[in-house]
């Protein structure tokens, strides 16, 4: 403030120069007021004309958005999917150029690709997530939590239960499961005419063996085997749905934990899982030779077996111009064989979940995206284009289920297998417990254990993987 006097008294200086000495006295007082008064003014408002020039610029900048995604194959369905959402979004925001980087990934290279650019705090912004690895990447912090947005979307009870559930891990939703898949029987009708077997036969467990020696015996020499029995890597998969219809489960809740107090504790090993597993080994001694190579369908599709257990992606395997007469030489009963006639059936659903990585930098974004993804008059016409199975209900069984159900073969059949099908555990550790059933299954297929001794072994493997010593 001195310095602002001190240059009123020079201004004044020259004023006394010019002459006006009789009214210097006032009129150099009020000068140096004024003066002060504006010279605190320009620094007072300086910083303010600077800050809006940022602001601008940073308004500028932030309408030219590019979000990223790492997604599975097919890329065809993602192609669909996003162009039809991002024109949606787009139209939200006028004033803003969006687009989309995706990268389409293999299945297999999917998760360890999402998991290396986490751990590298990689900027993506929506990745698709399996069911199985919700637990894990929740676990690890890599998946923002949706819960607060998931409630004010108020869309929850649009979907089936189950898989609703699937997106969550310790009662908050960090995946939204967009499409599903149930896994049924499909046989073809010509071979089971020639074998002398009736479909109904095969719907229980005594009947789908007795079934299996007929078929082997018709089709003897021509390059077709009778029943297909998955020995991949996803043979636990098709082991579930005996587990559940028996009342089984995969891991229960349990107190006692050394460090967790209440936690998950493997229990698959129960009576009803020996018995499923017996089933499996009824069909090896039958004459059922497990599978080690998969498919996905395709070898069905090439009439390579006469039945097969497998899922409603088998479908795609077969032209969308022969879908229309495909029930005429295919058949398919909704769900698997179980021990007696009478009892209830049980399916595994798969498909995928949307997730928003934490290392989003544009979450507010890319939740809009995920969400108009899910709109049933943007997801409905890709599901129906690749035959997927919706999990929103309004899709399901609403104005749009017409139209699916007058595309995908077998629709309503499919769909009414929801209310039996079961989802894999969304805990961290279940890829790993995954492998010990799936080694369990192995020894019995190959003769080297009984089904009670491998699960046992398997589950004192999957109890020390879940912490319990």
Known sequence: MKKIIHLGNYFCDIYKRS???????????????????????????????????LTKVQAQQAKQVTLTAIVAEPKDRWDTLFATALAKLR????????????????????????????????PIDLISVDQIWLGEFAEGGFLSDLTDLSHSWNRSSDWFKTNWDGGLYKNKVYGIWAWTDVRS?????????QSGVSPNSLKTWNGYIEGEKKIEN???????????????????????????????????????????????????????????????????????KPQINHFWGQEFADKKFAVMLEGSWLLGHFPTSEWKGLDKKVGMIPMFPVPKEGDTSATMMGGWMLGIPTTSSNKALSWELLTIMLQPDV????????????????????????????????????????????????IAEYPQIADNIKQAIDEVYLGVKEPKQALDDAAKKSAEVLGWS
């Not at 299945?107 to 751990?119: G, H, N, P, S």
């Not at 029987?185 to 005419?193: F, G, I, S």
């Not at 089984?248 to 020996?274: A, C, D, L, R």
Request: glycine content about 8%.
């Open 379 to 426: 997801l409905a016409p890709m599901l129906q284009k690749y035959g997927y199975l919706p999990t929103q209900k309004p899709i399901a069984e609403g104005a749009y289920s017409a139209s699916l159900n007058s595309t995908i073969p077998y629709y309503k059949q499919l769909i009414s297998m929801i209310n039996i099908g079961h989802s894999r555990p969304s």
């Open 185 to 193: 029987m499909w046989y073809w009708k010509d071979l089971l005419n």
């Open 218 to 288: 018709s089709t003897k020499g021509q390059g077709i085997q009778a029943m297909h029995l998955v020995g991949a890597s996803h043979s636990p998969d098709m082991w579930y749905p005996y587990l559940w219809m028996l009342g089984g489960e995969i891991v229960k809740q349990k107190s006692g934990h050394p460090m967790k107090g209440t936690y998950w504790f493997p229990t698959y090993n129960s009576t009803e899982g020996v018995k499923a597993l017996e089933f499996l080994r009824d069909q090896v001694k039958a004459g059922i």
């Open 91 to 122: 139209e939200k925001h006028p004033d803003m150029t969006i687009n989309i980087d995706y990268r389409v990934l293999p299945y297999d290279d999917t998760r360890k690709q999402i998991l290396t650019a986490m751990a590298g705090k990689t």
């Open 19 to 53: 002459g006006t000495i009789m009214q210097c006295e006032c009129n150099c007082k009020n000068f140096k007021l004024i003066l002060g008064l504006m010279l605190v003014l320009v620094i007072l408002v300086a910083p303010s004309f600077t800050s809006l020039s």
